[in-house]
């Protein structure tokens, strides 16, 4: 079983590299520098399609570590598919993401290939929590997401990078899916009692990927997504010059809350904590890796939960979750 990484040297991808330490892994990225010494690599960039495909076609699994995805995704998710190798990534941009669903389905089901995108530390989890959550309800009107920042942790550049090269999105909030479509409609949720707070938060629409992977596998109402007001705005303001200021390797304290608020015929908060942004994401990534080398699903673009046993990869996962 080979697994390649592209991106390897990129922040998370040597945090995904060290998690699957015990495997055969091949480093992939552009950069013979930034790859020496992390392990067995091969250069090859994202311009060269046709060398990109063959390397990819001795390997089970690639999983994607580049950054943005908004730039530079597609071109692997292209050549995995050609190569008939199943495919992951860290992406946790909700238009991308979106858009790896509508353009690569039918492409991935034709070539048996599984695509999992949006294997992370938020998303994910969320993902997986409300498939949990919707098992419970007979029926589900609205589904209110969030995200809480908890760490002293800063994002890494490469996440600044993301978020810069996303600013749209960010600055108009994406998406919301309501009565079965997805549309730019406002949310309705203006504040949000976040777990251990004492008063509700103001908050703002936020451009949550999952929003892109919920309505595929849940049938609801309304799904929105929100953020506190602050960070909200700090992420439609962010300038190249805020970027640069980024550390490139953040440290492993960055907590995060993850809330999932679901009305139907009853009302469930799921939520997910977690001490380590960027160690989770790998984490997460290592483990989808493993199960898509293993076989584990059908193929065709997956949402989290329709690709995995949603409680058993929870489980294995650097977080405590609940539903409540
Ligand atoms: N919860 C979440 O949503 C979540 C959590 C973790 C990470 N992420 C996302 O994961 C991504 C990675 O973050 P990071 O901090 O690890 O970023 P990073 O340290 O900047 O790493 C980016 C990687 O992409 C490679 N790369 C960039 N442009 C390329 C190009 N044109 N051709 C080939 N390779 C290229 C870089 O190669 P070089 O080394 O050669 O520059 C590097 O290996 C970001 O989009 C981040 O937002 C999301």
Redesign the pocket.
């Given at each position: 079983m080979t697994i390649a990484v592209?991106?390897?040297?990129?922040?998370?991808?040597?945090?995904v590299v060290d998690r699957l330490r015990g495997e055969d892994v091949l480093l992939l990225?552009?950069?013979a520098e930034?790859?020496r010494g992390l392990g067995s690599f091969e250069v090859v960039?994202?311009?060269e399609p046709d060398r990109l495909v063959d390397v990819l076609r001795g390997c089970d699994v690639v999983v994607n570590?580049?950054?943005?995805?908004?730039?530079?995704?597609e071109?692997v998710v292209r050549a995995a598919i050609a190569a008939g190798t199943h495919y992951a990534?860290?992406?946790?941009?909700q238009s991308y993401i979106g858009r790896i669903f509508d353009r690569y389905d039918e492409a991935a089901r034709d070539a048996g290939v599984t695509v999992v995108p949006?294997v992370?530390?938020?998303?994910?989890p969320v993902d997986l929590l409300v498939s949990v959550v919707a098992g419970r309800l007979e029926r589900i009107d609205e589904i209110v997401l969030a995200h809480r920042f908890t760490g002293p942790t800063a994002?890494?550049?490469?996440?600044?990078?993301?978020?810069l090269?996303n600013l749209d999105l960010f600055r108009t909030g994406g998406l919301v899916h309501t009565g079965g479509r997805f549309t730019d409609a406002p949310v309705r949720t203006s504040s949000l009692l976040f777990p251990g707070g004492d008063e509700p938060s103001p908050v703002a629409k936020f451009a949550l990927?999952e929003i892109a992977t919920i309505p595929r596998h849940v049938t609801a109402g309304h799904v929105e997504a929100v953020g506190e007001a602050d960070v909200v705005a700090l992420f439609a303001a962010v300038t190249p010059e805020v970027v640069e200021s980024l550390p490139?390797?953040?440290g492993p304290d960055g907590g995060?809350v993850l809330v999932a608020d679901v009305t139907g015929d009853q009302r469930l908060r799921g939520v997910v904590t977690g001490q380590d942004?960027?160690g989770?994401?790998?984490a997460a990534l290592a483990e989808a890796a493993r199960r898509l080398a293993a076989g584990a699903a059908k193929p065709g673009v997956l949402a989290p939960a329709q690709a995995f046993d949603p409680v058993d990869v929870l489980d294995t996962l650097d977080v405590t979750w609940s539903i409540s």
């Open positions: 592209y991106g390897a040297s990129g922040h998370t991808g040597k945090l990225g552009r950069n930034r790859l960039g994202l311009d570590c580049v950054a943005p995805f908004e730039l530079h995704g071109a990534d860290l992406a946790g941009e949006m992370n530390d938020g998303g994910f994002l890494s550049r490469g996440s600044g990078r993301t978020g090269a990927p490139e390797n953040p995060f942004t960027y989770t994401a790998a």
